[in-house]
């Protein structure tokens, strides 16, 4: 069988190894190739322009099996029907965790410090947010959760942790989990200038003001793309057709 991934991450380079692993044929992404690709994979965040994607939905042939994230928008581009596997739930549940993992040792880098003690708030209950908060808890951090809705806040004072709102912003380490702005530009003149703030929500984020806001996008593939690679080979796997070569 033969596949062609298209992405720049360094994830996908290692799905590109898992692939040739297990006995598929890895082609480089040129024209003619994707003319005898049977099956082509794009990464969960679009890299390439609207233009790039339609030509390249005009070069594969009409049996090719398309998996990639942004499925309604990729299908339009391509015109034919996409896999979307970023919503598939196991990906959705160990891309979390191991998002939450990478988010650790970025703290590390930047804090040079154990978590033991800090005073940490998430931002958000969602599964990143759950991940954050259960290896925040076991390193002994102090663990704070901001979440609008009342059966959230009760779901996270049940699991031991402290629900807040943002009225006091007085924290060691900030985590934004909400693709929206909750802390806005006057907002954050209240937050320490030591504190650690780390945006790990899509666009448009939580922080109004991005200054001094530590980019922790894409994670998974800066930080363990061994690992998230992984993760996408065995969900995109499921969808493949049995034969092989």
Do not use: W
């Amino acid at each position: 069988m033969n596949i062609c991934v298209i992405s720049n991450d360094q994830r996908y380079k290692e799905l590109g190894r898992l692939l040739c692993d297990c006995g598929f044929n890895l082609l480089e992404n040129t024209v003619q190739n994707f003319k005898m690709c049977n099956v082509l994979i794009l990464s969960v965040v679009n890299e390439y322009s609207d233009s790039e994607l339609i030509q390249i939905g005009k070069e594969i042939n009409d049996s090719c099996l398309v998996f990639s994230g942004n499925g309604h928008k990729i299908e339009k581009l391509l015109n034919r029907k996409v896999i979307d596997y970023s919503k598939d739930s196991y990906f959705l549940q160990k891309n979390a965790e191991l998002t939450a993992e990478a988010t650790i040792t970025l703290i590390y880098n930047h804090t040079q410090k154990s978590l033991d003690g800090q005073r940490v708030l998430v931002a958000g209950y969602g599964r990143i947010g759950k991940a954050l908060c259960k290896i925040l808890d076991f390193f002994g951090s102090k663990v704070y959760v901001y979440a609008r809705r009342k059966e959230i806040q009760d779901e996270i004072n049940a699991h031991g942790y402290k629900s807040v709102s943002l009225d006091d912003l007085t924290y060691d380490i900030i985590l934004n989990t909400i693709p929206s702005i909750i802390f806005t530009n006057e907002m954050m003149k209240n937050i320490p200038n030591n504190s650690v703030l780390i945006e790990l929500a899509s666009k448009p984020g939580g922080f109004g003001d991005e200054k001094g806001v530590i980019d922790g996008g894409r994670l998974p593939g800066r930080i363990l793309p061994k690992s998230a690679s992984k993760i996408i080979f065995d969900t995109i796997i499921k969808g493949f057709p049995c034969e092989k070569g």
